[in-house]
């Protein structure tokens, strides 16, 4: 690695970290909105924290302002946003008056948000850019915060089903540490031609999430959650035939 290159690496861009911290910024201001009993305005902040953890690294590989302080920084900034802030407002949502079961089912889902983000973070350079092992962070705090989203827009009391909350709260925390393949569509080619039909689906879905944001956020991020387990099973079940095939040659 070359003098200029190491010192690259080493320095502290100013564009990529500026929306960083705005992640870190709406990850935190989710938290104090959930104290203030504002569960829906906190459930939004973390999405707008998705979108600027959208941004960042997009930034920074397009400008070639990536480092190591900003991976690093980026990591520690999604621990909050994406762990600690959709953990307290869910917990203030429906798992405040549960007891033991409602703070554990909180800080499983924290920690299981931590340890995911060391194990991506570990595997940089070695695991396949298609998949993802695990249910990615970002994804995990959108199933939580879309429930509390969707429970706020529609009239439905945390509270009232604090179990069955801190059960999924718990399921999508073991799908963040869990070995399941999901797609992580960097492999997308952005700058190629597509059909008219693509087109029309991307403004299809614009559109629904417009008329129902909670509810399409909610809905689609957890059909991505599902897809995991559903992924990693097709595989292994296609993988039978040739399996068998090489057992029968070897006998």
């Known amino acids: 690695m070359t003098e200029k290159t190491t010192k690259q690496r080493r320095g502290i861009y100013l564009l990529p970290n500026i929306l960083t911290t705005g992640g870190l910024f709406a990850g935190f201001l989710g938290i104090v909105n ?10 939004i902040a973390v999405f707008v924290a998705m979108i600027m953890d959208g941004f ?3 930034i920074a590989r397009l400008t070639n302002t990536e480092s190591d302080f900003g991976a690093e920084y980026d ?5 909050v946003s994406f762990g600690v802030a959709p953990a307290l407002i869910v917990y203030n949502w429906a798992l405040s008056e549960s007891g033991k079961f409602g703070w554990i089912s909180a800080f499983i889902f924290v920690a299981a948000g931590a340890l995911r983000l060391a194990r991506f973070n570990t595997q940089i350079g070695i695991q396949d850019k298609r998949y993802f092992q695990g249910l990615a962070i970002p994804s995990g705090a ?3 915060c879309g429930m509390v989203w969707c429970g706020e827009t529609y009239g439905i009391s945390g509270s009232e089903y604090s179990i069955a909350v801190g059960i999924v709260t718990i399921v999508t925390a073991l799908l ?5 393949r999901y797609h992580s569509f960097k492999q997308v080619a952005w700058r190629e031609k597509v059909p008219f039909v693509a ?6 879905i614009f559109v629904m999430i417009a008329m129902e ?3 399409v956020l909610f809905t689609g991020f957890s059909l991505y959650g599902i897809s995991g387990p559903l992924l990693t099973l097709w595989g292994r079940w296609r993988m039978r035939p040739r399996r068998t095939r090489q057992t029968n040659a070897k006998e």
């Open 34 to 43: 959930s104290m203030q009993g504002h569960y829906g305005w906190a459930a």
């Open 56 to 58: 960042d690294g997009r």
């Open 75 to 79: 990591s520690l900034a999604d621990v």
């Open 142 to 144: 959108a199933i939580i």
């Open 176 to 180: 963040m540490v869990s070995n399941f």
């Open 199 to 204: 087109i029309l689906v991307i403004v299809l």
């Open 213 to 215: 944001p909670p509810l």
